[in-house]
T-cell receptor, first 109, second 118 residues
C-alpha cells in the first residue's frame, strides 16, 4: 500500500530565506507526483506536476525534483515571501492519488 | 477557462438529514474524484469516477455515495448525517487517471463545500 510522508509538519522561516519541503513515498511505481498549496478553508491549488520520466519541474521561484528510486521529492522555494504562507501537500499517482498530510509553512515578515 | 465548480459552498444540516453536493469539472475533463478533509484526519479519498463509472472507492461507509453524469458532472450524497461528517468536501477533476492521450492526469481542485452537521 502506498504511503506518503511529509516532513516537517510545520516550518517557520523569516522572509527571504530559501527553503526545502520534503515528500517521501513507499512504492516507487508511480505515474506522476504533484505538489499543491492550500490556503486556510480553501481548495488545493496545483503548483507543479512531475511525470515519472522527469527529474524536475520549475515554475517561477518553485522547483520540484523527483527521485523515484529513493521514493523522494523535494519542493524548493527561493526567496520566500509572506504570501507563500500556506500548507503544501504532495501527492503521488498510481491507480489513484495518495496524499501526504502536508507541511504548514509560515513566512514571517 | 472555468475551473472546477462546487456547489453549495457552505451548508448546515442536522443529524439524520441527508445532503447532496455537486461538482462541475473543467471542460474536457472526464475524471472526477471526491475527498473529505478534516483537521484531525487530513485529506481522505472518497471515490473517483471516470466516464460515468466508479473506478476507485475509499474506506467510507455506505452512507457516502456518488455518481457521474454523461456530461462529467458529479454529485455525492451523504445520508443519515452524523456529527463526524462535518468537513470540507473537495472535488477534483483531470483528463483521466494517470497519463492519457488527452493529458498528463494533472489534478485540479474546486474550492470545496463546507458541511456543518449540528
Amino acid at each position: 500500500k502506498q504511503e506518503v510522508t511529509q516532513i516537517p509538519a510545520a516550518l517557520s522561516v523569516p522572509e527571504g530565506e530559501n527553503l526545502v519541503l520534503n515528500c517521501s513515498f513507499t512504492d516507487s511505481a508511480i505515474y506522476n507526483l504533484q505538489w499543491f498549496r492550500q490556503d486556510p478553508g480553501k481548495g488545493l491549488t496545483s503548483l507543479l506536476l512531475i511525470q515519472s520520466s522527469q527529474r524536475e519541474q520549475t515554475s517561477g521561484r518553485l522547483n520540484a525534483s523527483l527521485d523515484k528510486s529513493s521514493g523522494r521529492s523535494t519542493l524548493y522555494i527561493a526567496a520566500s515571501q509572506p504570501g507563500d504562507s500556506a500548507t503544501y501537500l504532495c501527492a503521488v499517482f498510481f491507480n489513484k492519488f495518495y496524499f501526504g498530510s502536508g507541511t504548514k509553512l509560515n513566512v514571517k515578515p | 477557462k472555468a475551473g472546477v465548480t462546487q456547489t453549495p459552498r457552505y451548508l448546515i444540516k442536522t443529524r439524520g438529514q441527508q445532503v447532496t453536493l455537486s461538482c462541475s469539472p473543467i471542460s474536457g475533463h472526464r475524471s472526477v474524484s471526491w475527498y473529505q478533509q478534516t483537521p484531525g484526519q487530513g485529506l481522505q479519498f472518497l471515490f473517483e469516477y471516470f466516464s460515468e463509472t466508479q473506478r476507485n472507492k475509499g474506506n467510507f461507509p455506505g452512507r457516502f455515495s456518488g455518481r457521474q453524469f454523461s456530461n462529467s458532472r458529479s454529485e455525492m450524497n451523504v445520508s443519515t448525517l452524523e456529527l463526524g461528517d462535518s468537513a470540507l468536501y473537495l472535488c477534483a477533476s483531470s483528463f483521466g487517471p494517470g497519463r492519457t492521450s488527452s493529458g498528463t492526469g494533472e489534478l485540479f481542485f474546486g474550492e470545496g463545500s463546507r458541511l456543518t452537521v449540528l
